[in-house]
């Protein structure tokens, strides 16, 4: 069964610090591994997208890794600021034989991030 | 150039109604995926479909839920006789081919009394 663990549930950060966000994934056969920011009340916006061939993408202050022999990723964020403060979910996409693409989507339950000052 | 717009942002239902969910896909995207998110839980696919066409309904209840994306306008997710179990907040996403990006509607919240 594809799965999608985040780690932690939660976390609390003061304004300025960086903080790391933790993925592990078993999905198969695997096409590509994406990180979303959704605010309260908002749908998700994507952040990152990775292949399997990509270790590093950046985006601003955000910097995603993926290891795909450990089928673990990382989010981490720099310099936090106070709209940093969100749900960050790793959402795993699986291969299909359908032809019609990949589009088959496995959502981790989020880490929420609450930046204070 | 606007994103992927649904509406209404909040519905309210009482048990047995119907309730209609609009999703108008970002400009130039012809695949709709429609997803639910309980409180405290990731989103759980529901369905996709292409103009005219239903992909995979796989993640939607056979009973009280029909999708639709007709030639012209936008895609309709319908549940028939709601019942308090089917209060969630429903997002809309699309995008160009499927494995390309993925963008999100601000999601409909469902509330059934």
């Known amino acids: 069964k594809n799965q999608v663990e985040q780690s932690p549930q939660s976390l609390i950060i003061l304004e300025g610090k960086n903080c790391t966000l933790q993925?592990?994934?078993?999905?198969?056969?695997?096409?590509?591994l994406r990180w979303y920011k959704q605010d309260t009340g908002r749908g998700p916006v994507s952040l990152t997208i990775m292949t399997f061939s990509e270790n590093t993408k950046s985006n601003g202050r955000y910097t995603a890794t993926l290891d795909a022999d450990t089928k673990q990723s990382s989010l981490h964020i720099t310099a936090s600021q106070l709209s940093d403060s969100a749900s960050y979910i790793c959402v795993v996409s699986a291969s299909t034989n359908s032809g019609a693409g990949s589009y088959q989507l496995t959502f981790g339950k989020g880490t929420k991030l609450s930046v204070i000052p | 150039n606007a994103g992927v717009m649904q509406n209404p942002r909040h519905l309210v239902r009482r048990r047995g109604q119907e309730a209609r969910l609009r999703c108008s896909p970002m400009k130039g995207h012809s695949h709709v995926y429609w997803y639910r998110q309980l409180p405290e839980e990731g989103l759980k696919f529901m369905v996709y479909?292409?103009?005219?066409?239903?992909?995979?309904e796989s993640g939607m209840p056979k009973e009280r839920f029909s999708a639709e994306f007709p030639k012209e306008g936008p895609s309709i997710l319908r549940i028939q006789q709601v019942v308090r179990g089917d209060s969630a907040a429903y997002f809309c996403?699309?995008?160009?081919?499927?494995?390309?990006?993925?963008?999100f509607g601000s999601g409909t919240q469902l509330s059934v009394l």
């Open positions: 479909l292409q103009k005219e066409n239903i992909i995979d």
């Open positions: 996403a699309s995008s160009p081919p499927p494995g390309q990006a993925r963008f």
């Open positions: 993925c592990n994934y078993t999905v198969s056969p695997f096409s590509n």
